[in-house]
């Protein structure tokens, strides 16, 4: 169908009025001539974040695919150790190769998404991949180390003071993990909708971060209380002499189940983080300008951070609860290396029997 025909003194007298507006923000081209069609405007491809960006996902997907690689022999070489030495104990042994496993599987596919980020040559797509893409790799980097205690504990022959400098050192590391997290939202946000205001939607990511290191030292406050409340209940069961099970029993357990929900949570993460990019990938490039669907955008913001952080949480709560000897005064743990002395009012054992 023939376009219609434009005077161009009427378009004139409408810009000037204020009716039309600037015409190079117009997705079509205005022709003046009768017979010529409307041209659509083309799309900026290859749009590698160059232009209207101070930093370019595209540029560091090489390197943090290699870096996701690495991590992921690490955890390699791990498991080929769990299954080769014998541990001195093997509940220990067993939950650390279960947090290898999911940690390498998380770590391969993070590592081939940022591969395929590579490639990328839609620049709104690819920050979308790199926000989903960038928490998993902090995530299951802290699962590393949350395996890394439990295979201290299973082959370490000591008093636990590697096993208490690598728990506070995976506390630290989360929450720098936390930190890169809400800035990776509130930059994702930023960077695809540079056209508005995003200052409550950031107070919110901000606060959620606050919030979620309030949270943690509250379980873990709740967390030392309760192991101290059931190690007196056992210490005067056991002076009573009563049938309950030995302390290691419900310590065990405990240790077990926060495993196995650790594992369960983070293999869920998995999986719907990479189904959210395998999502996006399909969306083609049109879609994609001149701005994506807001809300789009701020779901794959929030999944980006609560997700990651729900995972965080069972990490930490997965870690190797505080041995009941490290508590106890030094003295109480050189008394099994003291010399048994008698008292001197008190007669020996050789002076008590009878001539």
């Not at 180390?145 to 590391?173: F, H, N, P, Q």
Request: aromatic share 8%; hydrophobic share 50%.
């Amino acid at each position: 169908m023939a376009a219609r025909h434009i005077r161009p003194w009427s378009v004139a007298a409408s810009l000037r009025r204020g009716r039309l507006g600037p015409l190079k923000n117009k997705p079509h081209a205005l022709t003046a001539g009768r017979g010529e069609s409307v041209a659509s405007k083309p799309l900026p491809l290859p749009d590698l974040c160059q232009h209207h960006h101070d930093w370019s996902p595209i540029a560091a997907a090489s390197s943090q695919s290699a870096m996701a690689a690495v991590l992921a022999g690490f955890v390699f070489a791990g498991i080929v150790a769990v299954l080769t030495v014998k541990a001195q104990k093997d509940d220990n042994a067993d939950r650390a190769l279960r947090l290898l496993l999911t940690a390498f599987f998380g770590l391969a596919v993070t590592a081939y998404l940022f591969a395929d980020l590579a490639g990328e040559q839609t620049c709104p797509r690819a920050e979308t991949e790199e926000v989903l893409a960038g928490g998993m790799l902090g995530t299951f980097a802290v699962v590393l180390m949350t395996s890394l205690t439990w295979l201290v504990l299973a082959y370490e022959e000591g008093d636990g003071k590697i096993l208490d400098y690598l728990r506070k050192l995976i506390y630290l590391a989360s929450g720098f993990v936390v930190l890169l997290l809400t800035t990776n939202s509130e930059g994702y946000l930023s960077a695809v909708l540079q056209y508005g205001s995003h200052l409550v939607v950031n107070i919110l990511i901000y606060a959620t971060g606050v919030a979620w290191v309030a949270g943690l030292v509250a379980v873990l406050a709740v967390r030392r209380s309760r192991l101290r409340q059931r190690e007196e209940r056992q210490k005067a069961a056991q002076d009573h002499r009563s049938s309950e099970p030995p302390p290691s029993t419900a310590i065990r357990s405990d240790a077990d189940l926060t495993v196995k929900w650790c594992t369960r949570l983070t293999l869920c993460y998995l999986a719907v983080s990479a189904l959210t990019a395998g999502v996006a990938l399909s969306i083609p490039a049109e879609s994609w300008y001149p701005i994506p669907a807001p809300w789009a955008v701020y779901a794959a913001a929030w999944t980006a951070l609560l997700l990651p952080l729900a995972v965080l949480m069972s990490a930490a709560l997965a870690l190797p609860a505080p041995s009941p000897v490290g508590r106890q005064p030094r003295c109480l743990r050189l008394s099994a290396f003291w010399p048994l002395t008698a008292h001197k009012d008190s007669p020996s054992q050789d002076e008590s029997l009878p001539a």
